[in-house]
């Protein structure tokens, strides 16, 4: 059964820095992209950025473009998305997905059995 697990979320003041992972279980990690989505209250979840399979090539949205770097470890069925300079609206809970597809500007498709999990809370607040 596939399972994402999301952590490394906390309040961090604005320009601070946090990394998340994304751990997996329940299916080949390696042979699928993974992307990082967010969303903030009110609103609606949006791709932020996601990592292609075997080449390891990256997408990212571009409100996050230059400040987040998303990267794996198929050793460790592990995904993280590294945040820098983070700004009150990078505010959100974070979920990591698996993906059929991982398209410019994160756009993606996910895995139809890639349900929602827990996500991880990021707030950036002074």
């Known amino acids: 059964q596939l399972q994402l697990v999301e952590s490394g979320g906390a309040l961090v003041q604005p320009g601070g820095s946090l990394r998340l992972s994304c751990a997996a279980s329940?299916?080949?990690?390696?042979?699928?992209?993974i992307g990082w989505f967010r969303q903030a209250p009110g609103k609606e979840r949006e791709g932020v950025s996601c990592?292609?399979?075997?080449?390891?090539?990256?997408n990212y949205a571009d409100s996050v473009k230059g400040r987040f770097t998303i990267s794996r470890d198929n050793a460790k069925n592990t995904a993280y998305l590294q945040m820098n300079n983070l700004k009150p609206d990078d505010t959100g809970v974070y979920f990591c997905?698996?993906?059929?597809?991982?398209?410019?500007?994160?756009?993606?498709?996910?895995?139809?059995?890639?349900?929602w999990g827990q996500g991880t809370q990021v707030t950036v607040s002074s």
């Open positions: 997905a698996v993906l059929l597809l991982c398209g410019d500007r994160a756009t993606m498709v996910r895995r139809s059995d890639s349900t």
């Open positions: 329940g299916f080949t990690f390696r042979n699928y992209g």
């Open positions: 990592i292609y399979n075997s080449s390891g090539a990256t």
